[in-house]
């Protein structure tokens, strides 16, 4: 199991690995315009020569938001989200940010846990932020 950077090329893989694996998912459209904007990353978390997690963010000119984690559903509850999200930090770090930032549903317990232990802090709530009218909670951490 090795954690390796993504790139458009492989937009039609993610956006397939999301398809399978997340509600909410990015189309392969969506991943190349991102990917082109020069400033959106992805990992990969692969065994062999199958994609079992992504973790996607992007930057700003003082920070990084995290846009999506998704690890397959077979292999949840195994670290995995939390080692993606410390592979993500470090490529952040080595860009200079100093904040990052990202958006959970207020539901997802599992997830929010897992940010607050990685010293992730609420600072916001967005009322009716997700398609479903679920709220999003805003989360940031200093690094």
Request: aromatic share 12%; charged share 30%.
């Amino acid at each position: 199991m090795k954690i390796v950077p993504l790139k458009t090329s492989d937009s039609k893989i993610i956006a397939e690995f999301f398809a399978q694996n997340f509600s909410d998912g990015w189309t392969e459209s969506m991943l190349i315009s991102s990917f082109n904007s020069g400033r959106f990353y992805a990992l990969g978390a692969v065994e062999g020569e199958e994609l079992f997690a992504t973790i996607t963010f992007s930057l700003s000119d003082d920070s990084a938001d995290i846009e999506d984690i998704v690890v397959k559903i077979d292999k949840r509850r195994r670290g995995i989200a939390k080692w993606l999200l410390a592979s993500a930090e470090e490529k952040i770090k080595e860009y200079n940010k100093q904040k990052i930032f990202l958006e959970v549903r207020e539901g997802n317990a599992p997830a929010i846990a897992l940010y607050e232990a990685l010293g992730y802090k609420t600072i916001n709530v967005r009322k009716r932020y997700y398609s479903d009218g679920e709220n999003a909670k805003v989360m940031c951490k200093e690094i």
